[in-house]
């Protein structure tokens, strides 16, 4: 079975009830019946995780409010709470990974936002998701990688709500080019 890092079960879960397969709510319980440890051991088995792991981390999505009760067809049954969807939106943002091809284009990346400074938070975070990401900072609000990125980056500026903050541009060569070369080991295309 896969050993999960911290979260990873949990939003396995969420992720598993978001798209509508019906968890039954006794599965938080303490001690479930043993009449529903079957159903409980079928539900572990596909989500591919020992059944004391997905008990664990039912109770503990209950405990922080991502997850939530209702009454379906007579039946309490586990549904993902708002705040259990923003938690895998953003669990979901911490796997985005930039790809990087073997062969330079000579193309760079260059992303500019203006977020109003009410949005400070927004932005802060948006900064320090694109570092981590390793685009390289030329500016405060000015990042560039060498390697098409759109897509990722519009899922983060989708997440942080800054879509119409953002501006995407595809240049073949800006002002302090060579040290962004040398940052990302670069050699022009032949």
Known sequence: ?????????????LYVLSVGIIIPAIFVAPNVPKAMAPLLRELAKKIDAKPQALQRSLLSLK?????????????MV????????????????????????????GKWRVIIF???????????????????????????SCFVYPYECREEIDTISSFFDVVEDITYIIAESFEGEQEAKEYFNLHKPK
């Open 1 to 13: 079975m896969e050993k999960y890092d911290w979260g990873d079960l949990g939003l396995k879960i």
């Open 114 to 140: 203006d977020i109003p400074e009410k949005r400070k938070s927004a932005r802060e975070a948006l900064r320090k998701k694109f570092c981590t990401l390793g685009l390289l900072r030329i500016q405060k």
């Open 63 to 75: 405990h922080r409010k991502l997850v939530t009760f209702k009454k379906r067809k007579g039946k």
């Open 78 to 105: 586990l549904v993902i709470s708002v705040d259990g969807k923003e938690r895998l939106v953003y669990g979901s943002l911490r796997n985005v990974q930039l790809q990087r091809p073997v062969k330079w284009d």
